[in-house]
């Protein structure tokens, strides 16, 4: 019967082949169960999903095959003997597939869940490039050096100052008759307590002499800033000139504060 059955199909597939008809076959690549093609964990569970219940699918096709089989073989005790097989093969897969389920679940339940965390968003940040030398942004606009005003600095990495202390700094140079030597400007290269060397608007400095200046010489430099109207003036020279110590200065120095 079943040798007959057989033959009928392979007729009927034949006859359609040979009266030109064509079978369009498409083929579904998605995995039932998942809707977003971009997380990984929800793809692997319902992989998971979809063969568990492929197995299911097969399972129930086999104990079909072997019921079939056993009651077409009745009187045929190996033919009998076949079907069972194949209904007791298909039952303890169904075990093995449930038994596996019941196990990961009974370790850690989580295992059988897509349980994975999100990852916590970072913050934004926005980092800001320090600008090139020459061009660092000051009070007012961009820097200027002051070697390109004709003063002279102690430290070339600090050497610059915003313009509106360029323009006081060049005056107290000429109304005090004394070359400057500028030992503090921008940017800073220590913690100061005025706020304003971090924008360019003050410097500390010096007559050209250094240490050896005599207190007339830091006067004139004093008098002269006041002049040429300096915001601040502080004479941070030693206290046989009148210097105030501060805990930020190493003395020995005028600040000059011109915005």
Not at 100 to 109: E, G, Q, R
Not at 214 to 232: D, P, S
Request: aromatic share 6%; proline share 5%.
């Amino acid at each position: 019967m079943t040798r007959n059955f057989l033959y009928s199909l392979i007729f009927v597939l034949a006859a359609h082949a040979a009266l030109g008809v064509s079978f369009a076959v498409t083929i579904n690549t998605n995995i039932p169960g998942v809707t977003d093609k971009t997380d990984p964990c929800g793809a692997v569970f319902g992989f998971y999903t979809f063969a568990l219940m492929i197995g299911g699918v097969l399972a129930f096709a086999a104990i079909t095959y072997g019921g079939v089989k056993y009651v077409l073989a009745a009187g045929n005790p190996s033919g009998q003997s076949e079907g069972k097989e194949w209904v007791k093969g298909a039952l303890y897969g169904l075990l093995l597939l449930v038994g596996a389920y019941l196990v990961l679940k009974l370790i850690n339940p989580d295992i059988t869940k897509c349980g994975l965390k999100p990852l916590p968003k970072l913050a934004q940040v926005t980092i800001t490039a320090l600008p090139p030398a020459g061009s660092m942004a000051c009070q007012g606009g961009t820097c200027v050096p002051l070697t390109s005003a004709g003063l002279a600095c102690k430290d070339p990495n600090s050497c610059s100052a915003a313009g509106a202390e360029v323009a006081v700094l060049v005056c107290v140079q000429q109304k005090s008759g004394q070359s400057l030597r500028i030992t503090e400007a921008y940017p800073p290269t220590t913690a100061h307590q005025s706020q304003c060397h971090t924008n360019g608007c003050c410097v500390d400095l010096t007559p050209s002499s250094g240490q050896s200046a005599t207190c007339a010489q830091v006067q004139a430099i004093i008098q002269a800033a006041q002049q040429c109207g300096a915001v601040a003036v502080a004479n941070e020279w030693s206290p046989q000139c009148g210097g105030t110590a501060f805990g930020t200065t190493t003395g020995y120095n005028i600040h000059i504060q011109g915005c």
